[in-house]
């Protein structure tokens, strides 16, 4: 979508060439989310959010979910947890992951029926390190959902249980997602301008 449809804050005008999946979109299909996700769980959840990229999904997600519950009475018990995840590489290539989970809050998981909230999968290594990791400790279950996942050659065939959107493979800020820490507060999922990435890359 053309910037001119949407509302987008000065301060990022210059840096988007355009709009993915405008802020709307991107609310109703959680809720649509949220229904598949209540009508597949058993019993109590732990949700654990993705930080930092994952908490705009995470937070919208968990509202939902507590709609339904006004809405159908439909009733699912949620607990919340939060991991930080971090890339080493801090541009638009996905380089070696770092999990910060002491034991001690891995242990936390233990029989637990958990759902992990990510932002998006790109060649999907970080997601199949982190499921390596909370399966050392025997949770119940694990399910996995990711707002986006990116139709790429990079993949490693990982597919996470729900998926929001599957986008064309070009690197997407908003909706809590970064470039440098740029562009969380950006409620659309937009691709980043060349020239905004060319600057970035002399500096
Ligand atoms: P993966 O390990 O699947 O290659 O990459 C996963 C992580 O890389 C994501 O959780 C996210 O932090 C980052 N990432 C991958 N693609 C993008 C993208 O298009 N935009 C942003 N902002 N981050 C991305
Ligand atoms: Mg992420
Ligand atoms: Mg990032």
């Known amino acids: 979508y053309s910037l001119d449809h949407f509302v987008v804050p000065d301060h990022y005008e210059e840096d988007v060439s355009s ?9 109703d299909r959680i809720k ?9 769980s058993q019993g ?16 919208d997600l968990v509202d939902e979910i507590k709609k339904l519950r006004r809405i ?15 890339s080493y590489m801090n541009d638009t290539s ?14 936390e998981f233990k029989g ?5 909230v990510e932002d998006i999968i790109d060649t999907g290594a970080t997601m199949v390190k982190l499921l390596d ?15 986006l996942i990116k139709k790429t050659y990079r993949s490693n065939g990982y597919i996470p249980d729900y998926v929001g959107f599957a ?20 409620d659309h999922i937009c691709v980043i301008s060349v020239s905004f990435k060319i600057i970035w890359d002399v500096i």
């Open 19 to 27: 709009i993915l999946i405008p802020h709307g979109v991107i609310m």
């Open 32 to 40: 649509k989310l949220a229904r598949m996700i209540v009508d597949n």
């Open 44 to 59: 109590p959840l732990v949700v654990c959010c993705v930080l930092k990229g994952g908490h705009q999904y995470f937070a």
């Open 72 to 86: 159908n009475g439909t009733s699912v018990q949620l607990s919340l947890e939060f991991i930080r995840v971090k």
């Open 94 to 107: 996905s380089g070696g992951v770092k999990i910060s989970l002491t034991d001690a809050e891995l242990q």
């Open 112 to 116: 637990k029926n958990l759902l992990i």
């Open 133 to 147: 990791r909370l399966a050392l400790v025997e949770p119940k279950s694990v399910r996995v959902t990711s707002l």
């Open 167 to 186: 986008i064309p493979d070009a690197f997407v800020v908003g909706y809590a997602l970064d470039y440098n820490e740029y562009f969380r507060d950006l």
